[in-house]
């Protein structure tokens, strides 16, 4: 399996795949899923969805894009570890995935019924997966194949986002010439942060400014400054009572001020919880138990696929892989770890063969 498992490890790792560019890989799992007697479409985004088999599928998911260019990759194996040789990302977000479900299905001697999804642009912030519509699916529990955990690592909790541009306008004017006849913007927006709250505004919640752009000229009083941020929160109410928070300190911040502003927010996507009573915990647990694999079922505060397959109404959790320093030059993959979550996931289907045929 350890063979195996490198092997489509390095075919997937010499495709580079940045988010919205992902086609050259697509077409090289199209023709692997083919061999495995998989039929698949791809969606107008060019995300693939492969079915195989008979009765209630289980869906597996990873995402193909990275979140930037693997171009001359040089990839490194060093004891347990597969990396890069410190000039790329090594793209084992989400590879290592692709490269896990590649090999078990390889090995399985049944055949479960299986939905598999490979998004694109993920990285994006899921864009690939917001495109499905209800129905696009027939399986109604999931797996994602992408957390930056350990393998046992379930995540069966993450928040939802709003994401917010704030624009705040003042008023120009010549700053040596005539400057009592502007309204500065920047100086608005100085007076919004200074009354913001903490990022952690409360248990649960979490919210940022990260993009503040205005000014054209040191000479000018400057007219208009733009903010974009985000709002976080397991309870997707608590978003958009949170943003409306923001919203008034802004008010107060620019009363009497003769500015004025536009406060914009958008849905981005939901939160979800698959409670630890769920079957589909149970199924994981019962599996991972005979391979000595503890299980850590826990909430986790980043977004994936497992959010938006949620919207969709199926039930998902996220899975550890074992990658380390996701997004870094110094990302790493323990094969080990990849080949202890292809083992519990071969164990899982197994089940889903002998459970639901
Ligand atoms: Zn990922």
């Known amino acids: ?76 194996i060093e004891g347990d570890y597969i990396r890069s040789d410190g000039s790329t990302i090594l793209g084992a977000d989400d590879k290592a995935g692709i490269a896990i479900i590649l090999a078990t299905l390889e090995n399985m001697d049944c055949q479960p019924a299986l939905e598999l999804v490979f998004s694109v642009q993920e990285e994006k912030g899921m864009e690939g997966t917001k495109a499905f519509k209800p129905g696009d699916l027939r399986a109604k529990w999931g797996l994602v194949l992408d957390a930056g955990e350990p393998v046992g690592a379930v995540i069966n909790q993450a928040p939802g986002e709003t994401e917010m541009e704030i624009v705040i306008h003042g008023r120009g004017a010549h700053a040596a010439a005539n400057p009592e006849e502007g309204i500065d913007a920047i100086r608005l927006a100085a007076s919004f942060i200074d009354r913001l709250p903490p990022h952690r505004i ?75 009573d769920h079957g589909l915990i149970d199924l994981l647990k019962s599996t991972a138990a005979p391979l000595g694999i503890q299980v850590d079922v826990h909430s986790r505060f980043a977004g994936s696929d497992a959010n938006i397959l949620n919207g969709l109404g199926l039930a998902v959790v996220n899975l550890g892989l074992g990658v380390e320093g996701n997004h870094s030059f110094d990302e790493r993959v323990s094969i080990s770890a990849m080949g202890k979550m292809a083992a519990w996931l071969h164990t899982i289907l197994k089940e889903w063969c002998h459970e639901r045929a």
């Open 202 to 276: 409360e248990e649960g919640s979490t919210y940022n400014l990260g993009v503040i752009q205005g000014g054209k000229a040191t000479n000018t009083i400057c007219p208009r400054v733009q903010m974009l941020g985000e709002v976080r929160s397991f309870e997707d109410s608590q978003r958009v009572r949170i943003a409306a928070e923001l919203e008034s300190l802004l008010q107060h911040a620019l009363e009497g001020s003769g500015g004025s502003y536009d406060f914009h927010c958008r849905d981005s996507y939901s939160g979800y919880l698959v409670n630890a």
């Open 1 to 76: 399996m350890r063979d195996k498992l490198i092997e489509y490890f390095q075919i997937l790792a010499a495709i580079d795949s940045p988010s919205g560019k992902e086609r050259e890989l697509a077409d090289k799992l199209a023709v692997v899923l083919r061999g495995l007697g998989f039929s698949l479409r791809r969606d107008s985004l060019g995300s693939i969805i492969a079915a195989r088999g008979q009765g209630e599928p289980l869906l597996l998911c990873c995402h193909m894009d990275t979140v930037e260019s693997t171009a001359g990759l040089e990839l490194k």
